[in-house]
């Protein structure tokens, strides 16, 4: 069952804003069921604000050097996203750990994507250290934020091969090409209702119509 209006999305940045463009470009051509209401950073010249104002999308910049305690920054974070009454906040290239102030307020209702198979390489250089730790398959994971770095209850993921002669820059870049297909996924399960969070794990409810092919022989691999 689809919801009966689209999900109001909130997306957090910190830099130049491929995946915020992805999403953008899925809720236009239709693919999914969510439209970005607000972006908003903690730089003030991040690119990825840039893009929003050319979809017409409205921005906010929220400087952190403003607040001293972190709390009272997530706060005005907060304060942006309840005001455009945001269904799920996206974090795309946001690079600050959220509170457990900000992640009950939103629990379940945030979502990031990293580059790497997690629990694997969480956090900064993932790529580099993947290829550091002679590894053959890398990929990308998108998961509900919680307390940690990149901790969270993972939604989907995709593998990704490494090749011998790859650099941080060749691996970083083929994952990314994933990174842009599986977020928008994400995000349209989750306007689905079809997302289910039962301690560590995500799990997917078939679609009527998945339900309805299983019957006839088909085979699907969630999500």
Known sequence: MYPSRKVKLGVLVSGRGSNLQAIIDASEAGRIDA??????????????????????????????????MQKDFEKAVIDILEKYEVDLVCMAGFMRILSPYFINTYRNRIMNIHPALLPSFPGLHAQKRALNHGVKFSGCSVHFADEGTDTGPIIIQVVVPVFDDDTEETLAARILNYEHQIYPRAIQLFAEGRLEVRGRRVFCKKSEKERRDEKEGWVYINP
């Open 35 to 68: 439209e970005v209401v607000i972006v908003i950073s903690d730089v003030a010249d991040a690119y990825a604000l840039e893009r929003a104002r050319k979809h017409k999308i409205d921005t906010a910049f929220v400087d952190p050097e403003l607040y001293t």
